[in-house]
RNA sequence: GUGGCUGUAGCUCAGUUGGUUAGAGCAUCAGAUUGUGGUUCUGAGGGUCGGGGGUUCGAGACCCCUCAGUCACCCCA
């Protein structure tokens, strides 16, 4: 028998690491909630032919595919191996995979409202919570199972939603105590606009792909790839000029406004992203908590370009403060047309998720949970014998009945034994009942914090408060 | 999919140019302590040195293969 494992990139958790991912989950659903979006659930599976092709050619190759069952069936030999000899050839096919878990959270929900579009109330406000799997490498920070959370609003074109997205992720990293988070904004339009003064709108992708990696490879590397993908002298040049934007959220504007106004697309991405601004400006100069400088600053970065090609307007991507390196903790965006690749048309919607996973290990790090999240069992009854557990059950009960965390030791054994186990659970409060106590009708209470314990009547069992 | 690094006790790690019976700390269990824990002391258990093959009189160490973990690239949360 070799040592028990689990797959790659896939993890347990134990008793304390699940009391602080709830504690995450918790807050960001009280948020949701807050905002008025209501929770489904699709399943860990989908049809294969729903995920492929939805997130770009590298996308196909990170989802998790499942192997059909009765592939042994000697009656279907010959079939299975033509199928797989197109497998080989780097095809998909039904007869041996026509299912696959889910990559992420939007297609499914996309698959979702176009299949209930006709039951569903818009604008139709969603959040969902639930393990997603990528076929992807592992290593730090990456997992090929781990959590989302999205919310998303679909059957609205109003830029008031994406306000409420971005004062949302500043709620949420607010409940949670991350200070110093940035979120980040862009519009595709301002990318397309760009490529539309390059002289290649075919050539948006490349351009995205490439401005995306700026703080990582740096400006020449990126100029480098931007040649290797079939940009002329010229056009890199634009780019540089583009990427050479900075300095605060006006004077970025400004300047966009001198390199891309001429184009619909310019205007259009410059009169989101105003709009926006201006909104977010005025509320947060009447609120206390923005001049204290303590919430997530707005910050517009037109390098910010972001994967997954179904997004076609304002895009998103909250980043940790900047003393962890962990980067992106959340992003998302507008996408016009979701529910069109399932043969719904003309419903629009824009999202936003959360890196659970991250959004831990930022917090680990900056050691923000609160103790109380790892609180448990509050009081330990001692078991000094049948008799007397008989009577500390009955007090453990009523304990119970009013909310509070109790428990028996387990068998009759020394003092000891029973104490290590209280301490090592972290069990402030013990109570003893042995044979004298049972004739006084008064139990022993000892607080293990400070080592001191007196003698209560059993009737007064409820006046105490175990803090 | 491509590349780097690491695999020795439950955990963190020592282990000399290859040399006899592979060690330490922490953790666990037992005792000192029969109804009062945390400290201390004493003792015990626990290892196919990731697996397989090779070189050698001799391999935890060197070589090859393989598996696992980890980090980076691609891409992304």
Redesign the pocket.
Known sequence: M??P???????DFGPDVVRKRAFIFNTIRSVFELYGFLPIETPAMENLETLMGK??E??D??IFKILNNGLDNPAKEQQVREDFEKILQGKNNKGITERALKY?LTIPFARYVAMNHGQLTFPFKRYQVQP?W???????????E?Y?CDADVVGSNSLLNEVEFVNLYTDVFSKLGIQGCELRINSRKILSALAEVCGGADKLTDIT??I??LD??GLEKVKEELSERGLTGEQVLVIEKYLDINGSNESKLAAIKELLLDTEDGKKGVNELEFILNIINDQRSKDENSKAGTTTSLIIDFTL?????YYTGIIF??KAPGTV????????GRYDDLTGLFGVPNIPGVGI???V??IYDVMEELQLFPSKVEQGTRVLF?N?GLE?SKKAYELLSSLRRSGIAAELFHEP????????Y???KQIPF?I???????EEKAF?I????????RSIPFADISSLSFN
């Open positions: 070799s040592k494992s689990i797959p790659q990139g896939t993890r997130y770009g590298e996308g190759k990170l992420d997603v990528r076929a992807d490498r592992p290593q730090k920070g990456r997992y090929r781990f989302q792909i490439a995306d990696k990582k490879i370009a972001r994967g997954l090609n991507e909250a390196k962990i980067g992106s903790i959340g992003g998302g998720s959360f890196g996973d991250r001692f000094t007397e054994t020394k003092f000891d034994k029973q104490f290590k209280a301490e090592k013990i003893i009942i042995g044979s004298k106590e049972l022993i000892k607080d293990l914090r400070s080592g001191e314990q």
